[in-house]
C-alpha cells in the first residue's frame, strides 16, 4: 500500500460519518478561532484606552513668583488631562478617589501634591526641589493599569518638564539682555567718569601750574619781608627817602589784597572741585562694590560657568586697582586743597590787613623814627609769616602735583573701564524676542528622538501574530491527534510498507494542517486586518511549520501512544514561555534560553515574524533548515515507530 492510499484511507475514517465530519471542521477551525480571537482581542488596545476610567487629585496650593505673577501648574496639568481625553479622567477629591481604587470605579489615581507649583519654581531661589506626581495603583483590579499609568505619567511628566525648562530658559535669556543692557549702560557711565576724569585732568594742571606761580611768589615776599626785617634797623636814617618811596605803598598794598583774595577764592574753588572730585570718586568706588557684589549671582543667572564667572571677576578686579589708588590719591589731595584754601584764606585776610593799614603808614612815617624798633620786630615776625606761606605755597604746588597725577592714573582707569564694559556688553548675548523664544524651546526639549524601524509590526496585535500563529499551529496539530490515527497497523504487511505507512501516517494530518493554516491565515489577513509586508511568502511558511508540527506530534504519537500525546503538550508548554513571542528571549532565564535555541517554535516565531513585518530575511533560511530538519528527524522516528511495530505484528502468533 502507497504512503498516498493510507493518507485517503486516513481521511475517509476521519469523515465517513456526519459527526465525523463535523468534528474535522471544528478540529480545523480550530486555530484560527484561537488565533483569530486572541488576535481580535488585544489587536490594538493603546487605542481604546479613552474608556478606561481614571481620577485626577488637584491638592496643588500654587504659589506666587518673586515678580508677583500666580503660579498654578497643579490646575493646568488637570485640564490638559481632561481636555486630551486619551483616558476616561476624573477630577474627583482624596477620599473619593481612594474609595474608587478600592471599589475598581477607577483604574489607577493621580494625585499633583499641594506643593507641586511651590517645587517648581523654587529653583528660582537656588533651593530647588523635584515637583512628584503620586501614582496611586490596585494590581488586583488589574495588572496592566499599573503599565498604563506609568505612560500616562511619564508624559505628564516630560511635558511639565518641558514647559518649566522652556520657562527657565526664557528668563535667563532675557535676563541675559537685561545684562547687555546693563552693561551698555555701565560703559556709557564709564564713559562719562572718563570724561569729568580728563576735565579734572585739566584743571588740576591748571591748578598746578598756578600753585607754582603762588609758592615763586610766596619766596620772592619771603625775600622782600627779610630785607624789610633787615632793613628797619636802617629805617631812622632813611625816613626821608622812605618817606618819598612810599608813596604808593596803599595802592601796592590794596592790589596784593585783591590778589591774595583772588588766590584765597581760587583755592576755595579748587578745593571744593577737590571735594567733588573725592565725593565722585567714593561713589564710584561704592558702585564698584556693589556691581562686584551682585555680578556674580548676575553671571551664574547667565548661564555661565563658575571658572568663567571667576575670570570675569578677576578681570574686574585689575580695573578696580587704579581706580582705587586714584580715589586714594583723590582723599589725600581734597584734603591737601582744604588745607591750601585755609592758608590762603589767612594769607588773604592779613594781604587785606595789610592793605588797611598801609594809609595809617604812610601818616605814620613821620613818626616812623621813633617806632623804628617796634617795625624791625614786626618786620620779623611778617618775615616768619611770609616763610610760613612759602612752605604752605610749596605744599600746595606738590599738592596739585600729585593730584595732577592721581588723575593722569583715574583717566586712564576710567577709559579702560569704559572699553572693557563695552567689549564685555558686545560678548554677552543680545538675544532678540524671536530668538529667545527659538532657543528656549530647544533648551526645553533638548533631545529629540527620530525613530527609524527595519520592520515595524504596526500594532500591539501584529506584535503578537507571529507567537500565536505558531502556537495556533500547534493546537491545530494537538487536537487533530485526538481523533487521528498516526499508524495504519493493518496496512504494515510487509516491512516494505514501513515507509509507506510512517508516511502516509502523517501526510493526511499534514493536508489537514493545511487547511488550518490557510484558514488561519485568512481570519487573521482579512478579518482581524493585520497587515503583513509578505502574505503568499508567510502563507507558504505557516503551511511549512504546520506540517513540520503535524510530524513531531505524529512521530511522539506513532512511538509512545497517548503517552507521545501526553509529550506534545508538555513540548507546547515549554515552547510557550521559551518561543521568545512576547519579551525578547534574551530575557529569559538560562535553561530556558538554551530551550529556545532547541525547539522549533522558536524558529517558526521568527521566520513569521520577517516575512510579517517585512524585516531582514538573513535568518528566514536558518529558520526554514531548522524546521526542516525538525521535521526530517520527526519522519525518521515515524519509520522507526512504524518498524517497531512491524516487528510487533510478525512476532504474534497468527
Do not use: C
Not at 314 to 329: C, G, H, S, Y
Not at 470 to 492: K, Y
Request: hydrophobic share 50%; charged share 15%.
Amino acid at each position: 500500500m502507497t504512503a498516498l492510499r493510507v493518507a485517503l484511507t486516513e481521511l475517509r475514517r476521519l469523515t465517513d460519518t456526519t459527526f465525523a465530519k463535523v468534528a474535522l471542521v471544528a478540529m480545523i477551525v480550530v486555530p484560527s478561532l484561537y488565533a483569530g480571537l486572541y488576535l481580535y482581542a488585544n489587536k490594538d488596545p493603546y487605542a481604546n484606552l479613552e474608556g478606561l476610567p481614571a481620577a485626577v487629585v488637584v491638592e496643588d496650593a500654587g504659589t506666587t513668583l518673586a515678580s508677583g505673577e500666580r503660579l498654578q501648574v497643579g490646575d493646568e496639568v488637570a485640564d490638559t488631562l481632561l481636555d486630551a481625553h486619551d483616558l476616561d479622567w476624573h477630577e474627583v477629591g482624596a477620599a473619593d478617589a481612594a474609595h474608587g481604587l478600592e471599589e475598581g470605579t477607577y483604574a489607577f489615581v493621580l494625585t499633583i501634591p499641594r506643593t507641586f507649583s511651590a517645587d517648581l519654581a523654587s529653583s528660582a531661589d537656588f533651593t530647588p526641589r523635584r515637583a512628584n506626581l503620586r501614582i496611586d495603583t490596585n494590581d488586583a483590579t488589574n495588572y496592566l493599569a499599573s503599565t498604563i499609568a506609568d505612560r500616562v505619567v511619564g508624559k505628564v511628566q516630560e511635558s511639565v518638564a518641558s514647559q518649566v525648562s522652556r520657562t527657565a530658559a526664557s528668563e535667563v535669556l532675557g535676563g541675559l539682555s537685561t545684562i547687555h543692557a546693563q552693561l551698555g549702560d555701565a560703559a556709557k557711565g564709564a564713559g562719562e567718569l572718563a570724561k569729568g576724569a580728563h576735565d579734572a585732568h585739566a584743571g588740576a594742571t591748571r591748578l598746578s601750574e598756578g600753585a607754582t606761580q603762588l609758592a615763586a611768589g610766596q619766596a620772592k615776599l619771603a625775600d622782600g619781608t627779610a630785607t624789610l626785617s633787615s632793613g628797619a634797623t636802617k629805617l631812622s636814617n632813611g625816613l626821608a627817602t622812605l618817606d618819598s618811596r612810599t608813596d604808593a605803598l596803599p595802592g601796592q598794598t590794596a592790589k596784593l589784597a585783591d590778589g591774595a583774595r583772588q588766590v584765597a577764592d581760587g583755592n576755595a574753588k579748587v578745593a571744593a572741585a577737590g571735594q567733588k572730585a573725592a565725593a565722585a570718586g567714593t561713589k564710584v568706588v561704592g558702585e564698584l562694590d556693589a556691581f562686584d557684589r551682585t555680578l556674580p549671582a548676575r553671571l551664574e543667572k547667565a548661564g555661565l560657568t563658575q571658572d568663567q564667572i571667576d575670570a570675569v571677576l578677576a578681570e574686574t578686579a585689575k580695573l578696580r586697582t587704579p581706580v582705587a589708588d586714584a580715589n586714594a590719591t583723590l582723599q589725600s589731595t581734597s584734603k591737601d586743597l582744604t588745607r591750601l584754601s585755609t592758608g590762603a584764606e589767612q594769607v588773604a585776610d592779613g594781604a587785606a590787613t595789610l592793605a588797611s593799614s598801609s594809609e595809617d603808614l604812610e601818616s605814620a612815617i613821620d613818626s616812623a623814627a621813633a617806632g623804628s624798633a617796634q617795625l624791625a620786630s614786626g618786620a620779623s615776625d611778617l618775615n616768619a609769616g611770609q616763610q610760613k606761606a612759602l612752605t604752605g605755597a610749596n605744599d600746595l604746588a606738590k599738592g596739585a602735583s600729585a593730584l595732577n597725577s592721581g588723575l593722569v592714573q583715574l583717566d586712564a582707569g576710567a577709559a579702560t573701564l569704559s572699553s572693557s564694559l563695552a567689549d564685555g556688553a558686545k560678548q554677552v548675548p543680545n538675544p532678540t524676542p524671536e530668538q529667545r523664544k527659538a532657543v528656549a524651546q530647544t533648551l526645553g526639549a533638548p533631545v529629540g528622538v527620530v525613530a527609524s524601524a527595519l520592520a515595524k509590526a504596526g500594532s500591539y496585535g501584529a506584535g503578537l501574530a507571529p507567537f500565536f500563529l505558531s502556537l495556533s499551529l500547534w493546537i491545530g496539530g494537538f487536537t487533530l491527534f485526538t481523533r487521528a490515527r498516526p499508524l495504519l497497523e493493518e496496512a504494515l504487511t510487509t516491512r516494505w510498507a514501513v515507509i509507506p505507512v510512517a508516511f502516509g501516517g502523517w501526510l493526511a494530518p499534514a493536508v489537514i494542517g493545511v487547511g488550518q493554516a490557510l484558514l488561519t491565515w485568512l481570519v487573521v489577513r482579512f478579518a482581524v486586518g493585520i497587515d503583513l509586508a509578505h502574505p503568499w511568502w508567510m502563507l507558504g511558511f505557516m503551511v511549512l511549520v504546520s506540517m513540520v508540527f503535524m510530524a513531531i506530534i505524529h512521530a511522539l504519537m506513532a512511538r509512545l501512544g497517548d503517552t507521545g500525546q501526553f509529550l506534545a503538550l508538555i513540548l507546547m508548554v515549554l515552547q510557550l514561555v521559551s518561543a521568545g513571542g512576547t519579551f525578547p528571549w534574551e530575557t529569559l532565564p538560562g535553561p530556558l534560553q538554551w530551550l529556545h535555541h532547541v525547539l522549533p517554535m522558536s524558529y517558526a516565531v521568527s521566520g513569521l515574524r520577517a516575512l510579517a513585518y517585512g524585516g531582514p530575511a538573513a535568518h528566514l533560511g536558518l529558520d526554514v533548515g531548522v524546521l526542516l530538519a525538525w521535521g526530517a528527524g520527526a519522519m525518521l522516528l515515524s519509520t522507526a515507530a512504524a518498524r517497531r511495530v512491524h516487528l510487533r505484528l510478525r512476532a504474534q502468533p497468527a
